[in-house]
T-cell receptor
């Protein structure tokens, strides 16, 4: 069965510093990978997705993620964090030919200090 | 283009009651999925509908059910409510049948007293 691990429950970074959120997945084949962000009281917003091809994918709000098959990882990065990036971030995996069902990680809460 | 609309936004029920939540997908989207979000269990998949057919179902008891109408709008129903059903219920829509990015609504916050 698919699973997603986000090892960091909380991360605190200073405004302007770089950010990397970790995500590891478990799946037999190459999965479809997503990062979502959730602000308090709101739904999830898609940041970026990886289906195939270039392993470095660009998303909205200046985020990028790199797919590393050998490490079963799909880490999210941003070179310079803004205070408005404070939110909860979820990594998710979808199965090829599996409909649109997503399996989510537990999430990482990002705090930004000024 | 309007996003995914979930109604109501907040709901308070008592144990043993039943509840129906509604989701209107983005225009043109034919797939609707439902998720339950709780602090303890995180985001868990409930079920997915495409063209009025249930495509996938998560590991939830039979008290949780759903349906999709011909206009792609979806409802989920929870019967015999339990305290543990308190959660944020999120609906997501996708344009295609498989492996499509999902667009989420803001959810329905269900509280069971």
């Amino acid at each position: 069965a698919q699973s997603v691990t986000q090892p960091d429950i909380h991360i605190t970074v200073s405004e302007g510093a770089s950010l990397e959120l970790r995500c590891n997945y478990s799946y037999g084949a190459t999965p479809y990978l997503f990062w979502y962000v959730q602000s308090p009281g709101q739904g999830l917003q898609l940041l970026l997705k990886y289906f195939s091809g270039d392993t470095l994918v660009q998303g909205i709000k200046g985020f990028e993620a790199e797919f590393k098959r050998s490490q079963s990882s799909f880490n999210l990065r941003k070179p310079s964090v803004h205070w408005s990036d404070a939110a909860e971030y979820f990594c998710a995996v979808g199965a090829p030919q599996g409909g649109n069902k997503l399996v989510f990680g537990a999430g990482t809460i990002l705090r930004v200090k000024s | 283009k309007a996003g995914v609309t979930q109604t109501p936004r907040y709901l308070i029920k008592t144990r043993g009651q039943q509840v129906t939540l509604s989701c209107s997908p983005i225009s043109g989207h034919r797939s609707v999925s439902w998720y339950q979000q709780t602090p303890g269990q995180g985001l868990q998949f409930l079920f997915e509908y495409f063209s009025e057919t249930q495509r996938n179902k998560g590991n939830f008891p039979g008290r949780f059910s759903g349906r999709q109408f011909s206009n792609s709008r979806s409802e989920m129903n929870v019967s015999t409510l339990e305290l543990g059903d308190s959660a944020l219920y999120l609906c997501a829509s996708s344009i295609g049948e498989s492996n499509q990015p999902q667009h989420f609504g803001d959810g329905t916050r269900l509280s069971i007293l």
